[in-house]
């Protein structure tokens, strides 16, 4: 294990209108206002959103699992940003669902907002940390430095 222990920065509150994509728009407020570490919340709807529910193989190299959701549902998710060597990325972990139908896991292979999706970004100040390429599993995994 590895940690940092850092402060609450600035509190960012945004929204999301429908066919807005959920990476696109919080990785562009990271930039924007040169955030490298924050929590993550979101609650809201989603239209569509390509998830990966596990793992499809674990060896020689880590394969996602990705199944389609298609909505319009409702989420809640949470995550963290981190920068890797291109900027900031986010990792969100959500839990999807409609009707009868209820899916939890990463939609990193996209996510459209279905009318609104409320943000908050709650910046990490004083901790030195970022996504570095992890030979083994092939992901950019957290890592803190001193």
Do not use: W
Not at 12 to 21: N, S, Y
Not at 101 to 127: D, H, S, Y
């Amino acid at each position: 294990m590895e940690y940092a222990v850092g402060k609450a920065g600035r509190v960012i509150a945004a929204r999301l209108f429908e066919g807005e994509d959920l990476y696109e728009c919080i990785e562009q407020i990271a930039r924007k206002e040169n955030i490298k570490s924050a929590a993550v919340l979101i609650t809201g709807g989603f239209r569509t959103a390509s998830v990966v529910v596990g793992p499809k193989q674990e060896k020689p190299k880590i394969v996602g699992n990705f199944k389609e959701f298609a909505g319009p549902g409702e989420v809640l998710g949470v995550g963290t940003i981190y920068c890797d060597d291109e900027g900031p990325k986010l990792h969100l972990h959500s839990a999807i669902g409609k009707e009868g139908q209820v899916m939890v896991g990463c939609p990193r292979g996209g996510a459209k907002t279905f009318l609104i999706l409320e943000v908050t970004i709650i910046e990490i100040e004083g901790i030195n940390a970022a996504r570095k390429l992890d030979e083994q599993t092939g992901f950019k995994l957290l890592r803190f430095q001193e």
